[in-house]
């Protein structure tokens, strides 16, 4: 990607946090109480600001990846209980907005405790959960799932119309999005979390759900060893 092309999406960062800014004050009463029926109207715009960003994030991402040396996560470990939680907590917003529901299942896993990191775990859980609701035709249900299987993972699953044949055969590399996705996308967000999540060591895989319509990807991570982190539950 020309070094231009990537400045000019760096600075775009500035003038969309000035317009969140002034959204948020609008919002908060700053500028004193906003009609009741602009609430919708600002939510909108809250979701439209925050997918400019997620836009310019995910091009400046891949160009990190394109010229720094890979980042290793080291000896971290990462809760995915907290992680699921936490993923599905900030994506309610959204979820209201298309009318949709984001839940966490955590059947019998009482604490998911994976090498990994945090930040990378949650970028991808956000990625999928996004995919899922916007891809997810009009059920938009999405079921975010803490499992143990050969080791813990994360498997986030929807009840939308799954995906073509062709899109399953390169859907984690870049710049390929299923034909006729009319959303605003990149065609960057599955790529980006497979190399996140093969920077931990683990991987990111796409299954077609059982007698079900819609997708199920797994985020699967390697075990951690040694000492425990506390289950969220009990924190
Ligand atoms: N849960 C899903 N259901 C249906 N299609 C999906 C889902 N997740 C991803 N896709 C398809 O895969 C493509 C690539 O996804 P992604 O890499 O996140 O890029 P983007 O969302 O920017 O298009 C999407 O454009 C969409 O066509
Ligand atoms: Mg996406």
């Known amino acids: 990607m020309p070094d231009d092309v990537v400045e000019v999406v760096h600075d775009l960062r500035a ?16 500028f004193g ?11 909108v715009l ?7 960003r997620l ?11 394109d010229c720094a040396p890979v980042a290793r996560s080291g000896n971290d470990q990462v809760n ?6 936490t993923a599905a907590a900030r994506a309610q917003p959204r979820a209201r907005l298309l009318q949709g529901s984001v839940v966490v299942d955590t059947g019998r896993v009482h604490s998911a405790i994976a090498k990994g990191d ?14 899922a609701l916007v891809y997810s035709g009009t059920t938009r249900r999405v079921v975010v799932r803490v499992e143990q299987e050969d080791g813990p993972q994360v498997a986030v699953e929807d009840s939308g119309s799954g995906i073509s044949e062709e ?9 390929v999005r299923d034909e006729g996705s009319a959303e ?14 093969r920077q931990m060591g683990g991987d990111l895989t796409f299954h077609r759900r059982r007698g079900h319509s819609g997708s199920r990807f797994v985020l699967h991570l390697p075990s951690a060893q040694g000492p425990r982190l506390p289950d969220a539950r009990s924190a």
């Open 15 to 30: 003038p969309l946090s000035v317009a969140s800014g002034y959204l948020s004050m609008l919002m908060d009463g700053t």
């Open 33 to 43: 109480p906003a009609p009741g029926q602009w609430c919708a109207p600002l939510e």
């Open 46 to 52: 809250g979701t439209k600001l925050e997918e400019a």
């Open 55 to 65: 836009l310019i994030d995910e091009i400046l991402v891949l160009r990190r990846m």
């Open 80 to 85: 995915l209980t907290e992680a699921a939680r």
């Open 118 to 131: 945090q930040r990378r775990t949650l970028r991808i859980l956000d990625n999928l959960i996004n995919n």
């Open 167 to 175: 899109c399953r055969a390169q859907l984690f590399e870049p710049f």
């Open 184 to 197: 605003v996308g990149s065609g960057l967000g599955l790529f980006i979390s497979r190399t996140l999540a």
